[in-house]
Structure formats: C-alpha cells, structure tokens
C-alpha cells in the first residue's frame, strides 16, 4: 500500500491569492494513499524542504507530490530534498499549480478544482513510480564554439584557460565578427579593433584552442558530455601550412571590383582576400563564385605569383569530426538590410546607408580611412541625419522588439561626425532614446550638449531627392506633430538587429528553441539567461537577443562558466528516464516478438536485436534491447509496439492511463 | 442552467508546448479553466489508445500538442505524431469518433499566448458541440469496474 505526501506550497501568494492552498491539501489527504497532507508558504524554502524530509522519515513516506511551481523549475530541488531524507528521488513528482493553474486563471472555485485534478493526477501517477538509479555517462572536456565574434572569442579563452580544450569554428575567413567592423565603441570611444584584435590573436596562439575558421557546423548527435560534431571545413583553395600571408596573391589579382563584406559594401577586394588587415588567421581564401579561373577555367595568376606553391584549386571541403562534452553557440546577429525600407530610399539613394555601413566610414582602416564621405560622390555631408529605429519596435515591420544598441551607436555616430567635420550639423530622429547602461546616458547627453546634436523627437514618413539633397520628412512630436523637413547630404538608418539567416537550420541542428524573431531561448527568461533547454549547450551574445559588447562578453564568461563546471566532473549523472524491453521467466522470455518496428522509429539508434539462446548456444528468440548509453528518452518506440513490451521509465503505461483515469473520475 | 464546462485533457510534450504553457503563466496570460495537462516526453510518446481512454472516461475534448516540425527535441518524434494522427484521424472517422473533438497543434516553447489561444478556442469549441455523449454508442464496452491501485 501506497503512503503518499502531499504538499502543497502557497509560493508566497503566487499560488494562494488563485488557489485554496489549504482546501487542496485537506482534499489530498482524504484520497486513498495519502498519508500526509500539508500546505504551506514557501516550500522550497529550508523549513519547506525540512517539511518534505521529516515527513518522509516520520512517516515513512513511499512517494511525494509536491505541488507548487512547474517542474522544469524546482524538480530537481525536490527530488534532490527526497533523496536526503532517504527516499528515491524518482518517487518524487511535481503538480504544477503555479504557471499551468494559479497564474493563468482566476480566483474561484473552478481553478481550486483545477489545482485538485493536477493534484490527484500526480499521487495517481506516483503510486505507479519505480525506484530508479541515475544513469553515469563520462565527459568529454573539449567545448566546441560556434562563431568567433566577440562573444565566441571570450567564450573560447575563458575555457581555455580553465585548461580544457576549446574548438572554435568561425564561417568567414576571419573572426572578429561585428566588433572588428565598428570604428569606436560607446561609451568610452575606444577604438574597436584596438581592443579586440589582442584577444583575436590570443585566440589564434592558445594552445588548448583549436581555430577552425570558413568553417560551419554540418551535423551534432548525441547528448550533453558526449556529442559528436561534424565540422564542414569549406575549402579555402589554399594550403595553410604552406601560405605566410605575404599577400602576394591579393596584389596581383585581377578581380578586384568585388564589393567588400566586412566594409559593408563600400570598398571593393579581389577575388583572392583576406577580409581586412588585422585578419586572424592572417591567410587568404579564393572567393570561387568571382574567381575567374572558377569561372572561366583560366588565369591562375595568384599560383604564378604565390611565393610557396601555396593555392590548390583543386581543394574540397573537408569534413572533420570532433568529439565534444559542451556546446558554446555565439553566432551573432545581423542588420536587416534596408531595402526592407522602401519609403526611406535604400538602394534608389546611395547616400542613405546603414548603421553598420556608416561604421566603416567612420573607421580608420575603412574605405575612406575614417573620413566621412558620401558614397555618391565622395563629399564630406554638411548635413547628416541619423534615424533610430529603422524597423525596430514597429509591429507592422513584424519586428515589435527594441534592438538595444541603436540609441548608443547613434549617439557615438552623431558625435563621430561631429568631431570629424568641424561645421557640419547632425539630426536625430528617435522614438525615445533608451540609454540604460553604466555611463550610457551620461554619453548621450554628452553627445547633445557638448557636440551639440539636434535630437528631434519624432518620425520619419519619407526620404526622397531634390535638387541634389535627401528630402527627410518627418514630424517633431514635441512641437505638436509640428512637419519638420530636413535636407540633408547623408542619411543613415539604425536598421533593426535581427537573427542570422540559418539561425533557424542551425537550431535545428543542435535541437534547441528559437523564439518568433528566430533569435535562440533561454532556458529560463531571468534565472537561466545562457542555458538552452537542451543540456550542455549554451549561448552567448547576440544569437539571444540584440546585445552590445559588455553584455556579449559578459554572458560569455558566464555560458564560459557553465562549460567549466560541467568539465569539473569526470561523470555525469544522467535521468534515469529511458526506454526498457520487458524481460520475462522463460520460456516466454520477453513478450517482444522481435518485429523491430522500434528499431526504425528510434532516432538515436539506441535499439540493437538481441539473440536469447539457450544453454547449447542455440538461439531461441529475437529481440530488441536498448541501449542506455545511446536512449534519450523521447519514447517514440512505446508507442510504436504492438505488443506494448517497451515502456519508458518514468512515463510508463500504467503511468499514462492512470493519469488519464484519475483526471477524470473523482474519488 | 449553468453553461456546459467541458472536461478538456491536453496531451503534451514536456520540451515546447509544456515548457511553452509554462510561459503563458510567466506572461500571466489567462485562459479557460476547463483545460488539465498531462506531461510526456515527446508527442512521439502519445500512444493514441490513450485518446480514446480519455474519452471513454468522460473527456469531452482532447489536444495534443509538440513542438514545430523540425523543432522536436528528439528529432523526429513529432513527426511519428503527425503521422500517427493522420492515421488515428481516419480510423476516428471511419469508427465515428467525433475528430472535432480533438485539436492538433504545435506550440513552441516561445509560443505562450498561443497556447492560451488554443485553449480558449478549443474551450469554445467543445463548449458548442456539448458534452461527448456520443462516445458511448460508439464505443461499446461492458459496464466498466472501477479498480484504481
């Protein structure tokens, strides 16, 4: 006979001000198998798990609902308080009152009856528990870092110098990412690549980081500890051990009016490049969609000049694969491109141009060498007008979130300018100006006061030509919606930052969630910001969410942190919570009849044909077993036997149907 | 007469549409009462005899509920669902069983006013097609004995 322990928490009065906590409780304890019933404010408090404890001990408890929060939040809170008082935690489940009930319904005697179904559902189910023992699986201590801009850089030296191996893969040619793109950096107008580049060839000279860069994921399996990555290493048409990056090659080649990535399109390289001076690795790819031997099987000019023989035209892609225990993805974001603005011109108008665009201008090793300069005709802008939220916080742009790192950019190109053409005068179109972070408002106001940028509060309907000048119409809101025409030399537009195209694919890949805008989910909003729900794969920087620099580095070092902890441990214990065949006195055996239909359901190729024989080595019967390594526990197999002989740890049939049958009959 | 609160029992997977209805009571989205979800691994778990169990003790509406194609975190365990329902749905019709009696859907684990959406129009739904009565004729099974361990 079952003795089962209800507990039911309050959550301060995240669960009371909804539900009769103590109606619940005292309901609970009149079911069959209830031996003990409570209500209380804070379970997962100290004296709320002393609760859970002592009754255990006292009474002799054989399994324990605890109904309060979702179980993806304090299950292992709860499971680990059983296992101290001496109970198996897998004899622990979880009603969730808090988000499935008391948050999402009003007060009233429906959602008190609600938050007893939940209830009785769970003692039910528990009265069915199995005592269970965690699975250990060993780690494999190398992390693998996937994107090598500013978050994936600080990821990889951060392990690294816990002493575990990194494996850092980077799809151009270069890493660096976005920061090595920006001119100065707010709010302090450090100069970018000053402060980024150290730590890019720190990266390349580590000894426990392994740079792979052209570089994309093609495939992970596996699970936390011990996935198995395959890396697809494009092929760069050169040999790296051979090639000293004396740009020879990118002299002398003859394509060179391709337009540069990293300048955003505004200067041009050749076919064979290197994306910008401070590179890292500092070597050459051949871009083989403009290169013209690729094109017209002829010219080979970088091989006449190559010093070493280095350039293989006939290099493939090469597939390495890597064992790896952790998982860091720190793959950035984009800016939506501006011909997403048709009123504002992009494209008709080749003075209005992005954010980013207007961040290599701005740039010392940029196309005009940190001149600001037009790109139709090269003239310094005596009017200069900055629009913030081109796209963002605009639902009918389908983008209704804040990208973050507009208003502070816009404030240090304001100022950039500003320095840089004595004279000229600078506008700003914003919605509001969000300036949350150290120093960060003080440098908009600096940008206002001291360098004396027009802020005009209000937006902008069109851009069109006249004359020669970019016509910016908008309104000022705190002139009453008064018309405000601007005409204006140059125009840059703060376009939204939005998730990578392939975002989408890549969390597929690694089976994690992405949310509406197809940035990558945290495990948990506020409590879990670098977790995925995926165990052992973290994220860091903009692939969650628009983020500036400081924020980037710091969750790096956090999602950093997690790896090393994970990496401290030489096991890892695994839930128990996998698929079994059923095994039976002979000569039955098991009631498996060997028609392996799991075997082709099973994602993970966890199930193997197993030969029963008897005592002279003859086999007598065929059937499946699974592998508790290789199961992950989706189940997919229970419901696909016939003769129902798997069944799924900890979601058992007996399990299911009782759920289903307490739900719906009161006794 | 009071209005016809259906029973509704919501088959779910534990990675997006629990994780996604968990969300909804962080956004604190209110939806209908009328809805009791019980938690599997994945859809691909779902043994559909557990729908007509349902229904045979009294559920008036059923949803079953996973991730996105291509979403599963089991890889393709949703797809064993959608398949098995594409199957499950002609025997349901061929038998007589009401399928607009069960919802179908994806919800992600971002997707928590989706889920409350789901509910509230699965709710409405149900609450004008009335109590599953009609299960019974369908489905005729000796008077049953209640047993629970």
Known sequence: MSKIGVFVCHC?????????????????????GVTFSVDYKYMCSDPGQSLIKNAITEKGLTGVVVASCSPRMHEPTFRKACAEAGLNPFMCEMANLREHCSWVHEKGEATTEKAIDLVRILVEKVKYNHELTSIKV?????????????????????????????????????????????????????????????????????????????AELESLEGFIGNFKAKIRKKSKSIDEKLCTGCAQCTTKCPVKKIPSEFNEGLGKRTAIYVPFPQAVPNKPVIDRKNCTYYIKGKCKVCEIVCPTGAIRFDQEDQIVEVEIGAIVIATGFTVKQPDFFPEYGYGKHADVITGLQFERLASASGPTLGEIRRPSDGKVPEKIVFLACAGS????????????????????????????????????????????????EEFVRR??????????????????EKNGKLIVSGVDTLLNAMPVEIEADMVVLATAGVANEGAEELAQKLHISYDPYKFFAEAHPKLKPVETNTAGIFLAGACQAPRDIPESV?????????????????????????????????????????????????PYQAIEKEEIKNRNGEVIKSVAKVNPGLCQGCGTCVAFCRTKSIDIQGYTHEQMYTEVMALLNEY | MAEFEPKIVAFVCNWCTYAGADLTGTSRIKYASNVRIIRFPCTGRIDYMLLLKAFDEGADGIIVSGCHPNDCHYTSGNFHARRRWIMFRSLCNFTGIDTNRIKFSWVSAAEGAKWADIVNATVKSIRELGPYTEYKKVAKYPEKEVNHG
């Open chain 1, 12 to 32: 301060g009065e995240n669960i009371s001000a909804t539900v009769d906590c103590a109606k619940v409780a005292e309901t609970a304890g009149n079911w069959d």
């Open chain 1, 554 to 602: 710091a969750m790096a070092s956090g999602a950093a942190v997690k790896v090393a902890g994970l990496f401290s441990k030489d096991e890892l214990t695994r839930e128990p919570i996998i698929a079994v065949v059923n095994r039976q006195a002979p000569p039955v055996y098991s009631s498996c009849v060997g028609c392996f239909l799991c075997v082709s359901a099973c």
């Open chain 1, 138 to 214: 060993p780690v494999t201590k190398t992390a693998l870092v996937i994107g090598g801009g500013i978050a994936g850089i600080q990821a990889s030296l951060d392990i690294a110098n816990t002493g575990h191996k990194v494996i850092l893969i980077e799809k151009d040619p270069s890493i660096g990412g976005h920061m090595s793109q920006l001119s100065e950096t707010f709010p302090t107008l450090d100069c970018s690549q000053c402060i980024l580049t150290p730590r890019m060839v720190e990266v390349a000279q580590h000894p426990n980081i392994t740079l792979y860069t052209y």
């Open chain 1, 447 to 464: 940008a206002i006061e001291d360098d004396g940028v027009n802020y005009i509060r209000g937006r902008v309907s069109k851009i069109y």
């Open chain 1, 393 to 440: 916080r605009d639902p009918a742009k389908g983008i209704p979130y804040c990208s973050k790192i507009c208003c502070m950019y816009i404030a240090k190109h304001a100022m950039l300018y500003q320095h840089k053409v004595h004279g000229g005068k600078s506008y700003v179109f914003y919605m509001d100006i969000r300036a949350g972070g150290k120093q960060y």
